[in-house]
């Protein structure tokens, strides 16, 4: 496995590796690797002669007062998993080489990518600039790694659906896979920010895919419509967290609010336990 730090020579070594005739299975992250992030890398691997994985904490996706310093950076472990999957390449880059810093400049990234309401709803809302952010590094990386397929997981759902729509408006010639969502056995999602939580914070974290798993159940069973549904799950969610932020229901491609259901939905939460914010998601077929 080679680690890489500079996007020059990982551009290089991408662009020899397609003039080869090698398919490059591209895996995004911000290390703090945990099982969701291996599903995603051995889907890869499965899939292509090369397998690619980025690791970098986009500074660029983070709002004044959030976690960019502490969120957790573990990249011997990091490698030490990669390797066992036998991943090919990592591309670990320094922040100044992925966002430079224009001394004569105040603001720290000048190319933005905006999406007119995709990036505005759900976790856009209380997050003002995030999803510009991931927006923004995800395209360079997509320039940088040239890669056949991406693979990002289920549970950052308006991530997913931006980066989609990204590939999409810039007819950018990449396949797009979307991973289901890993969990704990007790139904937990896994994220690296689970290793924010106390023991007591962490079961009282679990309410929020409970509420969930309910939720989708009922809505299949079509015995009571939708709007009722979902006022019961944000008053017990209400109950059991310490802010929630948004619960909604929406159509799995527009992220509009559904009525009723019809087409594939995704009911979507966001919520604070202690510190600690979390997401998840389940998604209903149509
Ligand atoms: O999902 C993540 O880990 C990040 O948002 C991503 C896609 C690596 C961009 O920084």
Same mark, same amino acid.
């Given at each position: 496995m080679k680690v890489i730090r500079s996007p020059k020579e990982f551009q290089h070594r991408m662009r020899l590796l397609r003039r080869r005739g090698s398919s490059i299975g591209f895996?995004?992250?911000?290390g703090a690797l945990h099982e969701g992030h291996l599903r995603l890398v051995r889907r890869a691997c499965a %899939?292509?002669?090369?397998?690619?994985?980025?690791?970098?904490?986009?500074?660029t996706q983070f709002g004044p007062g959030e976690d960019y310093k502490k969120y957790p950076r573990r990249m011997r472990d990091d490698l030490k998993k990669l390797r066992r999957e036998k991943v090919d390449?990592?591309? %670990?880059?320094?922040?100044?080489?992925?966002?430079?810093?224009?001394?004569?400049?105040?603001? &720290?990234? %000048?190319?933005?990518?905006?999406?007119? /309401?995709?990036?505005?709803?759900?976790?856009?809302?209380?997050?003002?600039?995030?999803?510009r952010g991931v927006a923004a590094i995800v395209a360079k990386l997509f320039?940088?790694?040239?890669?056949? /397929?991406?693979?990002?997981?289920a549970k950052d759902y308006q991530q997913t659906a931006i980066v989609r729509r990204l590939i999409s408006d810039?007819?950018?010639?990449?396949?797009? &896979?979307?991973?289901?969502?890993?969990? %704990?056995?007790?139904?937990?999602?896994?994220?690296?920010?689970?290793?924010?939580?106390?023991?007591?914070?962490?079961?009282?974290?679990?309410?929020?895919? /409970?509420?969930?798993f309910v939720l989708r159940r009922e809505i299949r069973a079509g015995r009571r419509g939708i709007a009722v549904l979902r006022q019961d799950a944000i008053s017990t969610l209400r109950r059991r967290v310490d802010r929630l932020q948004y619960l909604e229901i929406v159509d799995a491609e527009t992220l509009r609010p559904v009525s009723r259901r019809g087409r594939k939905c995704v009911a979507l939460a966001a919520c604070y336990?202690?510190?600690? /914010?979390?997401?998840?998601n389940v998604i209903i077929p149509g």
């Open positions: 895996v995004p992250t911000m %899939e292509n002669d090369t397998v690619v994985v980025s690791i970098f904490v986009n500074p390449y990592v591309f %670990e880059p320094t922040a100044s080489a992925m966002v430079p810093k224009k001394s004569s400049h105040p603001v &720290r990234w %000048e190319t933005s990518r905006e999406f007119h /309401r995709l990036a505005g709803v759900l976790c856009g809302k209380y997050r003002p600039g995030h999803f320039y940088l790694a040239q890669p056949h /397929r991406v693979y990002f997981g810039l007819d950018l010639d990449i396949a797009f &896979r979307l991973v289901p969502t890993v969990r %704990e056995g007790d139904g937990l999602a896994m994220s690296s920010r689970n290793a924010y939580l106390s023991p007591a914070e962490r079961a009282r974290a679990l309410s929020l895919s /409970r509420v969930l336990v202690g510190q600690t /914010r979390l997401i998840d």
